[in-house]
């Protein structure tokens, strides 16, 4: 099955208005994408991207609540990120499961909330180094697959993204014979859960991509595009991981 590869970009805690000015260089860039690019900044610039970024590049949040609304100061809902013209949210990334304790149960009760808002939930999944010495990779990811993924799960709402943690922001990647083990094991546990849907659903590569590398990434078996960090910061960098993908 042949399925439209997707760049996302993780802003993380980076970005000020003065940013836009990249946003308006990449959408000049590619008005014509043949692979799909949703940038997910600070939820502070949102709005100011959608409206700079034209139709072509679509924009997500970085987290959401998993309610609807109400008292949880300092928290966004799902249908918040959707109002200000998000299509999708990235869930249960690494740094949120380290910095604020998030589990498995709580990354499928935010990407159910997603769903419920008709956000694309882009659901993170990796092994620590430790784990990986240890031989665990694939157990620990398939944990965090069962209990993460929402059993709505399908192609028009889900993304899983493959993030070793010891890969985010480290320059460092795994063996392309690695990525291409823990791909083809994400493909059959979906496929296991949810039968020839899963070949829709897109799996992204994530942890230190960036133009040097990203060829021989995309060259992997299910390898559906990547969720890019640091790279996506600047329409350059990113612009090259998008050629990459188109090509
Ligand atoms: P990186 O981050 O590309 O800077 O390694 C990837 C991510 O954390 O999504």
Redesign the pocket.
Known sequence: MTVRKLAAG?W?MNGSLTALTEVEALAAAYPEPTCDIVLCPPATLIRDIVQRAGSRIGVGGQDCHARASGAHTGDIAASMLADAGAVAVILG???RRTDHGETNELVRAKAEAAHAAGLTAII?VGETKAERNEGQALSVIGAQLAASVPDMADESNTVV?Y?PVW????GRTPTLDQIAEVHGFVRRELTVRFGKAAAGIRLLY????KPSNASEIFSVADVDGA??????LTAGDFGAIIEALQT
């Not at 890969?167 to 480290?170: D, F, K, M, S, Y």
Request: charged share 15%.
């Open positions: 993780n993380k990334h690494s740094e993170c993204a993030e890969a985010i922001g480290t994530g942890g230190s991509v969720l890019v960090g640091g790279a996506s």
